[in-house]
């Protein structure tokens, strides 16, 4: 009978200790049931009858992801205990050596907290499922061990599979370890204590970050979570602010907080200049000049340069945050006499500025009204430092010369940068203010014309547009002296695509009918200048023909900026901006659509019916 019944035994006996325990359908899964004197009666009924010696393989080492909570040495040198072996603990006897199993270490003790669970929330590992099926290879128990070992993370989010469903693997939880494996379908109070104590030591330490983070593995309560990236706190003992930090970790203006907010190093730059012809009536609208209907999507900074400003300055800056809105905020403005320079930036882009420094420069030295002059405003951006000039050359068809000597006088005279180091001063000149910032974006009424008379401009404007634009750009005055290399040296210009900017009736959309009949021409234009090869790319280069309150038309260029990364040297801005600009541009805005509301609610109102 011995020998009938040995095979089925054996089969119980040979399965890899890995591998769990098959289940026919008749009810919960149990251990197979062997007598421990086992081995001598089958010496006694039959020597030859003796089972061929067995020696269990321990399982796979699990190969696990890297965590910083995770003790490799430790984990590695635990080994978990053979069916035959739980069965010996239980029975209270000491297991058997020899054919059967080999000696068997103590287990190690308890730990509450699985070994393997990161404290991170930048390095979960890699989440691997557990293959733990019935008709699974004999090797399938080891790759479950594995599996549990590198998704502990993810068995936490499986709140379902722990309670309801039965599973062959032991809950995070549970003694893996122990005395006695646990069985499958058992969720007991030690495992739902440990869960809860994880869970709750996750909320503790990320739940002052916001309601808005969308679902994370690491907690069931997603609405405790931000979308801030979280911060962990050896990076904050860690951070440096040394100087010449270039590349150290957590550097505010280094290469790591610059990819996250430009992952491509590139920059959205509007540039625009407007001669206002001191009006005191400002367009009822300003989006046709900041945000253009060509452009999908706002810029990163907005740099607007006027000349012969309107007399309310602040009302100008005014409309200007009003029309950006609160997304944006006056990181600087500055005047010189007639010239105005506003600089707003996204209101979350603030903190990686420097100080801003301001310049200026009179060309018309007799005059006590500074309509003619040159300002500069200059900043760095993370490692990339910029200059914005605008600039109101002298007038008139015939005074090249003059308009010559106004630039070289800027350039010679704007005493920039001041506090703020240069960020690469072996490249710079002290005769040229724009050799020593890395990006120079010169604007403003140039003043230069058309040269042939207001009859030849004419004619050449009735032509179409893609070849009267050429053609009118042959008698250029600016274009003809960049050729020779007397004015904007290294400057480039976008291609014009645009009508004369100058000069117009107000109101109107023809060119000049007064008496003096002047010649339409260019006399608005944004130049740039890049300190390495590429780095200013434009995009857009227009003018504004809905905006006529003034003779001249506005211009803008947008353009694409490479931002490089920069040192933790600078005096920084500090988040500065102007508090009290922002607050009267955004109660305007809400005016603004209790208004319109009240609108639409009279339009649809009626003395004999509402309409609602």
């Not at 029975?91 to 058997?96: D, E, L, R, V």
């Not at 020779?484 to 480039?492: L, T």
């Not at 117009?504 to 006399?523: A, M, N, V, W």
């Not at 006529?548 to 920084?572: A, C, E, M, Q």
């Amino acid at each position: 009978m011995l020998k009938g019944q040995l095979p089925n035994t054996g089969r119980g006996l040979a399965a890899h200790p890995g591998s769990p325990p098959t289940n026919n359908g008749q009810g919960p899964e149990k251990s197979p049931v062997l007598p421990l004197n086992l081995p001598a009666q089958i010496s006694n009924e039959d020597p030859q009858a003796k089972a061929t010696p067995f020696t269990p393989k321990p399982p796979t080492r699990p190969r696990l992801e890297r965590a910083l909570s995770l003790d490799e040495k430790a984990w590695r040198r635990r080994r978990f205990q053979t069916s035959h072996e739980d069965l010996a603990a239980r029975s209270g006897a000491s297991p058997s050596r020899g054919s059967l199993q080999d000696e068997v270490p103590r287990a190690p003790t308890h730990t509450d907290s699985p070994p393997c669970l990161s404290t991170s929330l930048q390095e979960i590992p890699t989440s691997r499922r557990a293959q733990g099926s019935a008709g699974g290879s004999p090797n399938s128990w080891g790759h479950c061990i594995s599996g549990m070992i590198g998704t502990s993370l993810d068995l936490l989010h499986r709140d379902g599979a722990l309670a309801g469903s039965p599973s062959r693997l032991p809950a995070v939880g549970q003694k893996v370890a122990s005395n006695a494996l646990r069985s499958t379908d058992r969720v007991d109070s030690v495992q739902t204590d440990c869960k809860s104590r994880l869970q709750s030591r996750l909320f503790r330490a990320h739940s002052s970050l916001g309601p808005s983070r969308p679902p994370s593995p690491l907690a069931c309560d997603a609405k405790s979570f931000s979308l801030l990236a979280p911060i962990r706190a050896k990076d904050v003992r860690s951070r440096s602010y040394l100087e010449g930090s270039l590349l150290a970790s957590g550097a505010l203006m280094g290469a790591e907080e610059l990819a996250r907010y430009f992952p491509d190093r590139n920059m959205a730059l509007f540039v625009a200049t407007w001669n206002m012809q001191g009006q005191k009536e400002l367009p009822p609208n300003l989006d046709e000049l900041l945000l253009p209907a060509e452009a999908d999507y706002a810029q990163d900074l907005y740099v607007v340069g006027v000349q012969e400003g309107c007399s309310d300055r602040r009302e100008w800056e005014t409309r200007l945050q009003e029309t950006l809105g609160p997304h944006y905020v006056t990181l600087y403005s500055a005047a010189h006499g007639a010239l105005y320079m506003s600089v707003l930036i996204r209101r979350d882009l603030i903190w990686f500025c420097s100080e801003v420094e301001s310049s200026t420069v009179t060309t018309r030295i007799v005059s006590h009204i500074k309509t003619k002059g040159a300002l500069g405003v200059s900043f760095t951006f993370f490692g990339t430092s910029f200059l914005f000039i605008t600039s109101h050359f002298t007038s008139g068809d015939g005074k090249v010369s003059e308009r010559l000597l106004d630039y070289s006088r800027t350039v010679q005279g704007l005493a920039l940068p001041k506090s703020v180091p240069d960020t690469s001063p072996f490249r710079s000149d002290a005769a040229d203010v724009t050799t020593r910032f890395d990006g120079v974006f010169w604007f403003g009424d140039f003043n230069f014309r058309l040269s042939g008379g207001r009859v030849a401009v004419e004619a050449i404007l009735k032509q179409d547009l893609g070849e009267k634009v050429s053609a009118l750009l042959q008698h250029d005055q600016l274009t003809q002296e960049m050729k020779k290399g007397s004015i904007f040296k290294g400057f480039q210009e976008p291609d014009i695509h645009f009508l004369p900017s100058y000069k117009f009736d107000i109101g109107k959309d023809s060119y000049d009918t007064t008496s003096k009949q002047r010649t339409p021409s260019y006399t608005d234009r944004v130049m740039y200048r890049s300190r390495h090869k590429g780095d200013i790319c434009p995009i857009k280069y227009s003018s504004c023909p809905g905006i006529k309150t003034s003779d001249h038309r506005p211009v803008y260029g947008l353009f694409r900026v490479k931002v490089r990364p920069g040192r933790d040297n600078i005096p920084l801005a500090a988040g500065k901006f102007d508090r009290e600009l922002y607050l009267i541009g955004i109660k305007r805005r809400i005016s603004k659509e209790i208004q319109r509301q009240q609108a639409l609610k009279n339009q649809h109102s009626s003395t004999i019916c509402t309409v609602s």
